[in-house]
């Protein structure tokens, strides 16, 4: 095993995790990265005095990070520091209702009492029944691989088969929530939650009710110097333990010999590795790098997750500042993601996410400034006219915010920069801009991911949010931890 090399195509956080893992394991590793920096969507860029996280903005789970420094046997406060938010999020509705969602989920169902049509015990009963959902299905579809006999035949398995009419899959995310909490603003709030992983609240299924537990029970934190030292300290820790990096190297296809993966070819040169593993999203994967291998389309096929459309403002001083994290909802939600998943435009009245850091970090922005991660969902990219769209969105999201604040922000905007489906998929090489590789519209999504492996060629293997257990920063962490445990026991 420690004579074994592998290459890891993308330096993404599956690949960086995959990496550490790899190399703590005994395994010559070597990333390699088109872009000139790492971390794939969890990245960021500074201009005019104001920086930004770009990608995901939300971190929760952190026992993910902290555990890919204990299997490095290195001190993770050499590295990197995060705190606990009190306050997840501030909510703000058309109607004039605001609500301070707060971390402890007793004190959490005691304001929403006093805000929303809902009995406290009510929303700690709906807690509970998050908490046992994901206590039931942990260990089956996010921790082991989905596609090995091995994992059905454990004692967690069989009890997730015993109980799976508790897990309201035949049911949808919208529909468990409106039977479940009744006010309408508080089922909106509840079905926000399947934006999580890219999917309608209207088609996803009711098992998705399990999401608000890992904000609610497992806290919501924020990294000291923003959301993009998570990846910047992984890379740190893998460059530390001998992980051998090359940026602004593209891979132009993986080698395979009599059903073998044994390297990857860059610039015309061959590199030979004994183990492979793609970091890189698996339509892409396909369609580029193993375009002599039959590719499953069925799985290449699936529905595309949501995008996301955003505007990184600097607000100018003249402006009050709000409490980290605010969350606009739209009048309509139903329309919107039928808007979303019908892949039209943008719909007139969207919901907008806005993150604020520069309250948490200084350097985020200049003196009594703030930096506006500024969010929209919208339809991964078929063919849609994005700068009509963009102007449109721009407009209307500046009219939302605007009216729900009593203040016109248009002329505080002093600085502007705008990621849209094109450029997350010229970017990161998401396939069509989706920021979760396929959606969990369907009962059987999980099943339909490709695995983290290849059954008809040996020594190759996936990871990253395309693929088995999913996207986001958790499930990418744990994609890389089944990998390296399946090639562990392989090789």
């Not at 004039?96 to 009510?122: H, I, L, Q, R």
């Not at 069925?298 to 990184?312: D, T, V």
């Not at 849209?420 to 999980?446: F, H, M, W």
């Amino acid at each position: 095993m420690k004579n074994q090399s592998v290459v890891i195509i993308g330096a993404g956080i599956a690949g960086l995790a995959s990496a550490i893992r790899l190399k703590a394991k005994g395994f010559k590793v070597s990333v390699y990265e088109a872009n000139s920096y790492p971390g794939g969507k969890l990245a960021a860029f500074s201009e005019n005095g104001y920086r930004f996280d770009m990608g995901p903005s939300l971190f929760t789970m952190p026992q993910f990070v902290e555990d890919l420094f204990k299997v490095a046997n290195v001190d993770i406060s050499n590295y990197f520091q995060y705190k606990k938010k009190e306050v997840v999020c501030n909510y703000f509705y058309e109607d004039g209702t605001t609500f301070s969602a707060v971390a402890d989920e007793k004190e959490f169902a005691k304001n929403a009492e006093n805000t929303f049509n809902v009995k406290a015990e009510d929303l700690e009963t709906y807690f509970k029944q998050s908490k046992r959902k994901y206590d039931l299905t942990a260990s089956l579809f996010l921790e082991k691989s989905l596609h090995k006999f091995s994992t059905y035949f454990s004692k967690d398995t069989l009890k997730a088969i015993f109980n799976v009419g508790s897990l309201d899959i035949d049911t949808t995310l919208d529909a468990y929530n409106s039977k479940m909490l009744k006010d309408e603003r508080l089922v909106q709030f509840f079905n926000r939650f399947a934006t999580y992983n890219g999917s309608s609240p209207y088609q996803t299924p009711g098992i998705m009710s399990m999401i608000p537990h890992l904000e609610q029970y497992f806290g919501t934190y924020f990294p000291k110097g923003g959301m993009h030292s998570i990846s910047m300290s992984l890379f740190q820790l893998a460059k530390d333990i001998g992980v051998d990096f090359y940026f602004n190297t593209k891979v132009e296809r993986i080698i395979t010999d009599k059903n073998k993966a044994i390297g990857i070819q860059i610039s015309g040169e061959k590199v030979f590795s004994d183990i492979v593993v793609s970091n890189s999203d698996i339509v892409p994967t396909y369609r580029k790098l193993l375009k002599e291998e039959k590719a499953p389309e069925k799985i290449l096929n699936q529905p595309r997750s949501s995008s996301a459309l955003i505007f990184y403002w600097g607000i100018k001083k003249e402006f009050r500042q709000l409490d980290l994290h605010n969350i606009f909802f739209s009048e309509d939600y139903k329309t919107e993601f039928n808007y979303i998943f019908n892949r039209k435009e943008v719909h007139n009245d969207p919901t907008v996410y806005i993150n604020i850091t520069s309250k948490e970090e200084k350097g985020d922005a200049p003196e009594s400034c703030e930096n506006w991660f500024t969010m929209i969902n919208v339809p991964s990219n078929t063919g849609q006219d994005w700068d009509k769209i963009i102007k449109q969105a721009r407009e209307n999201i500046i009219k939302k915010v605007s009216r729900l604040l009593k203040e016109d922000i248009s002329k505080l905007i002093e600085f502007e920069a705008i990621l849209d489906p094109r450029t997350i998929e010229s970017k990161t090489q998401s396939y069509q801009g989706a920021l979760y590789g396929a959606s969990s519209n369907n009962k059987y999504a999980a099943f339909l991911r490709h695995p983290n492996f290849k059954s008809s060629i040996k020594n190759l293997y996936f990871c990253g949010g395309s693929v088995h257990p999913g996207g986001g920063i958790p499930l990418c962490l744990l994609s890389g931890k089944i990998v390296s445990d399946l090639i562990a026991k392989t090789n």
